[in-house]
Every structure is written in structure tokens, then in C-alpha cells.
């Protein structure tokens, strides 16, 4: 015969007036989590109570119920509608629905606490969206689901956002298949087939992360931070019908473009169109391009032109800015760090200054129509119009200065022949390593000649930097190069060429002109060009009275620009020996080391395409084992080159690592030591690499 399941007695439940309650001591509850009170208060005032209150009688010393109930389980919602009697919204004795346990029940009331907070299963993600979705599609606002749920707007947007997430995804998510930080990831796009085209790529790979799914979904677009959607505008932009893509889940510093063939054509029709202004002021020729090669006008006679007078107006708005600058200047001359709305200030004075002081010049008509300028895209996203610049056999006027710009003179020479090995050139002229060479990418080769030259390069121009800002260190050099030369003849090998022959950069990175010793560079020339005086006899007698500081200061920026700290491939056939070279490097490390130049404080950092992408795997994995240590370097050791070069640049981000043709002349402590060899365990690798170190 089966035995009879035994059935469960369900509580009763019915309405108790409010006067009736009282909050149990019992309550598990004792630290507030969640939705506060008055928000709960508020939510009940707009759609009543979803959720019965759990209560017991409270009963007298004999035994016997006295009418009022305790609440161990719906604390909250007790104080949220005492808050409501309190406001005189609920009447005291409005009735509650209570669910009632029998007195004398053998369940605790902790227990029924407990299990009321536990139990509860938080809603998945996804059914989330799609409740905001469909309350959406029933004609609520952003705002007013934001609002009815106590959430900011912001996570509603998000939310719906992976409304654009394909289906496909949607169902690998709700089965568990990724996490929600990728499918937020895969939200950037609309485009549901690339999207799931990326998931069947990463879904077979080892790396998962989100950010390798941002960086597939957008390899094709353009930064808004990037000059040219800068030049353009993004409402133009998308007023040409181009699209943007957005994160909203991560800082995306203005999103991606992603029709960069609209963007380019913007671009060319903005740069025309100020091209053809300045072909209307009468110049012989204008050229235009994107950006022009660090030194282009090296070839070229700078004509001389008259700066532009300040007007009255001007002029006052100038000595006023000025009056303000030193005296906030000189009102915290003491402090340690300036309040923040002091810094605005200074910074929105010293632009506006800037603005005053830069004026444009006027050329004599009669140069003009034997002269050309050259417009193009500045790295900030300005136009950059630069005037004044004639063909030599164009000027007939020996007035005109034959002087060229030192500034300008630098290196637009035919670049030779490159010789790094197994190499391809991409629309930019920057050199790729070839797929082809991926085997030979474990050899241990010497670096590329090319690459040496262009670290070199970058160096030479970081030394002039350093050289031009500290005028007894360069006067010391120039004194001894004069000596060396005068007193013993001897003048091979020489890093600074004396005289000044100005030395070009026949072979540089795309990146040069945008550097932080090339901008320095410019506006100390810059400021120098404003002050001289354009008549010959009137130069001589201003250098003639000019303070020995500023005289000092004068020399150390011209003899810059004969700061020669290059490496040279030896041509068999040219003049430059071995030995000569040899010479110039180990005398640009002492100057190095009297300059204190520091590459890292200057702006290098090492990335894919300034070093990571042009060197071999075993240089990669050494970069890596000296910045961040041998088990950092073992995790990314199964990488193929261009994955390893990316991971490399992400591990080497902010920890100083500098190649050895950059370390010449640093002290012997700056380069890494065991405490800088940093383990896995220590630093904060990507989260990939963490997840397989847990593995491990």
C-alpha cells in the first residue's frame, strides 16, 4: 500500500491596519544595501505594495495574541510606509496585506528573515534589457523608466543599447556562453554579421577580453580624437552621412568614425578649399597635403615678411591680459599647487596672449608672385598654412635673405635604400614586418639598420632639445669641438658639427614631426624669429647689447641644430668611416649623460610601429622579460609576431622600458634591476593574463 504524501499548510493572509505593525528585532537586516527608503517610499506611492509583509502576533505574558504584529521579514517595506504615514500620504490605519505564521510556530522568525533576503534570485541581465526594451516599445521615455526604477539614465541607454547586439549573441549569452562585459563589448557596432563574424573569431582563441572585441569591431574606423575628425567636425561629419560608433559603456574619447573614405574626402575639401584662399593672395604655388615631412622646406629660401601691427584695441586688451597674468602669478608665488579655477584662468590668459602675439605676416607683392606656401593638417587638427618659402632660382632680388630656416632645415632628403630585412611598406611608407618572416622572427637578428637610424633620429632631436636648454653644457661641447678641430685638426667624428651645418634626418619615423622635442623645437624658434630684428646692421647691434643670459640661451638654440647623434649604415664608397661614426655615437652619449636626457621623460614609449612591430620575437619577449619579468614574458612566448608585438606594447605601457640605442648615456641604475623585474603576481597585467596565470 503507498504511503500518503503528507500536504503543507500554507500561512494565511489578510489585510492588518498599518497602527497594527511594528519592525521586529528579529530582522536579519542590519546594514542598508540597495534601494534606499525613500526611494522605496516612492516606488510604493507610485504603484502600491507588490510584496505582502510576513508577520506574527505579538503575544502578552500568558500567552495570548494582544492584536498587534510583529514584521521580522519586510523590514524595509515597513519603514518605507512608515515614511509614507509620515508624510501624510498613507493613513495610519490603512490595511496592509500580511502573510500571518501561527503563533507558537516551531520556524523561527530569524529564519524567515534570513530566507526572505536569501532566497531571492537577482534578475539576469538580459531580462532586464529586454523589460526596459518592451517598456520602451510601449511608449515610456528613457527618462521615466530611469526615473520609475531609481536608476540614472545613463544605465537605462546602457541597457537598451545592446538592443543592437545581434540575436544570435543574445542567445549565447543567456545560455551562459560569454560574459556581460563582452556582450557590452560587441554593443559598439551595429553591424550584427561583423559582430558575429568577431565572435566566431575570438570564440576559437584563447583571449577573450573585451577589448580585443572593441579593437576588431573598430580596426576599421577612426578615433574622433584623431586630427582629421578633429579638422572636420563631427557634426559635419555626420552631416555627410557618416556614422559614429559609441561606447557606452567605456571611456571612448568621442567614439569612432566609421566611414573614413567620407572623413578623408571632407578633409581634402576642407584643406581645397583653404588652399584656393590662399592661392587668391597671388602666390606663385600653394601645395597641399595631409601633412608635409619634418624639414620640407630645407631646399627652400625663407622669405622675410613684416609682422602685422596690433591694433589700439588690441594692444590695451594685451597689456590688461598681461597686468592680470603677474598679478596671479604674483598672489601665489608661494603656493605649492594652484586652485583649480586659478590654473583655468592662467591657461585661458596665456592662450589668449598667444593669440595676440601670433600674428600673421605681410609679404611685399613682389615676393608673393615668386613665392609659394604650403597648407596642410597640424597633429592638434588645425589648419597650418605656412607662407613665404621660394625656389632658389625663382628669386632674382638679392635683398631677399639666402639664409635658410634652421628650424626647417632638417630632413627631407631622398631617403636611402632601406636595408631592414624582410620588410613591407604600408600606404604610410612605414615599414611591416612580412608574414612570410614569421619563422624567421624567432631568430635572434641584429636590429634593422633603418629602425637604428630612425631611434637614432629620434634621439638627435631629443638632444637638441636638451642641448638648446642648457646653454653651459652647450657652449662646453662647442668650445671643445672648436679645439679639437683648431689645436689638434682633428675634425672627424665630431657629434656636434661645429659652424653650424645644419644636419638633415634623411631616414625618419612618420611620427618625428609630431614629438615633443620637434614641438619644442619649433616654438623656441619660433620665439627667437619674432624677436630679431630683419635689418642686417640693426641684428648686429641687438646681439651686440643683448644680456649675456639671453645671448647664451641664442647660442645654445642655434648650435642645436648641428647636434649630429646619428647612426649611419657605412657605405663602402663614402666618406664616413666606421671609426667616425663609431666616435660621433660614444661622444653623444657623454652629452646625453651631461644633458641628463632622459628618452622616457621626452615622450618615447615603445609601440608597434615605432619598435615592437620592427623587431624579431626574441628582441619582443626581451623588451618584456626586462620591464615586467620571465613570466610575463613566458605567457605572450606562444604568440604569433603581430600579436605579441600588441600584447607587448600593452605590458611595456608606462614602465620606462627603453631599447638599447636609446639608453646611451643613462646612467647605469636606469636601466631595469630586480626590483624593476617585476613577477606576474606584483603588477597589473591584462586580464587575460591574469585569468591564465589562475589557470596555471
Known sequence: MATAVSKIALSSSRDIPFNKLVLSQANVRRVKSGLSIDELAKDIERRGLLQSLNVRPVLDDSGAETGTYEVPAGGRRFRALELLVKQKKLNKTAPVPCVVREAGSSILAEDDSLAENVQ????????????????????????????????????????????????????????????????????????????????????????????????????????????????????????????????????????????????????????????????????????????????????????????????????????????????????????????????????????????????????????????????????????????????????????????HDPAAALEDGDAPEDHADNATTDATGQHIASDDAEDEDDLRRPIPDRLLSELTAWRTLALRDAFASNPDVALTEFLHTLCLSLFRDDRSGACLEGGVRVVGFPIQAPDLGSSLAAHALRARHEGWKQDLPQDEDELWAWLDRLDETSRSALLAHCLSFGVNALFEKVNPHGSVSPRAIERRLARSNRLASALRLDPVEAGWQPTVENYLGRVTKPHILDAVREARGEQAAGLIAHLKKADMAREAERLLEGFGWLPEALRAGLPEHAAPDEEQNHTAEDVELPAFLNAEIAAE
Open 120 to 403: 531571492r534570485v537577482a534578475l539576469h541581465p538580459l531580462d532586464q534589457f529586454r523589460a526596459f526594451r518592451d517598456m520602451l516599445e510601449k511608449g515610456m521615455s528613457e527618462e521615466e523608466i530611469a526615473a520609475a526604477f531609481f536608476v540614472p539614465v545613463t544605465v537605462v541607454k546602457q541597457r537598451l543599447r545592446l538592443m543592437s547586439v545581434s540575436e544570435k549573441l543574445l542567445d549565447v549569452y543567456e545560455q551562459d556562453g560569454m560574459r556581460l562585459e563582452q556582450l557590452m563589448a560587441f554593443s559598439i557596432s551595429d553591424d550584427a554579421a561583423r559582430q558575429e563574424q568577431v565572435w566566431e573569431i575570438v570564440a576559437q582563441s584563447h583571449n577573450r577580453e573585451p577589448y580585443v572585441i572593441r579593437r576588431m569591431l573598430t580596426e576599421k574606423a577612426v578615433r574622433a580624437s584623431d586630427a582629421r575628425a578633429r579638422f572636420v567636425g563631427l557634426d559635419a561629419y555626420v552631416a555627410a552621412g557618416g556614422h559614429v560608433m559609441r561606447d557606452l559603456f567605456e571611456a571612448d574619447d568621442g567614439g569612432w568614425l566609421q566611414d573614413p573614405v567620407i572623413l578623408d574626402r571632407l578633409v581634402m575639401e576642407k584643406l581645397q578649399a583653404a588652399t584656393e584662399q590662399v592661392r587668391a593672395e597671388g602666390w606663385k604655388w600653394v601645395e597641399t597635403a595631409l601633412s608635409f615631412p619634418w624639414g620640407h622646406t630645407r631646399h627652400l629660401i625663407e622669405i622675410d615678411g613684416t609682422l602685422a601691427l596690433l591694433s589700439e584695441e588690441e594692444t590695451a586688451r594685451l597689456a590688461v591680459l598681461r597686468a592680470e597674468q603677474e598679478t596671479i602669478e604674483a598672489e601665489y608665488a608661494e603656493a605649492e599647487e594652484l586652485p583649480d579655477e586659478i590654473d583655468h584662468r592662467l591657461g585661458e590668459i596665456e592662450q589668449a596672449i598667444e593669440a595676440l602675439e601670433t600674428r600673421p605676416a605681410i609679404f611685399d607683392p613682389g615676393d608673393i608672385v615668386r613665392g609659394g606656401a604650403f597648407v596642410s593638417l597640424d597633429s592638434d587638427g588645425t589648419l597650418l598654412i605656412e607662407r613665404g618659402f621660394a625656389h632658389p632660382e625663382d628669386l632674382e632680388d638679392e635683398n631677399l635673405s639666402d639664409a
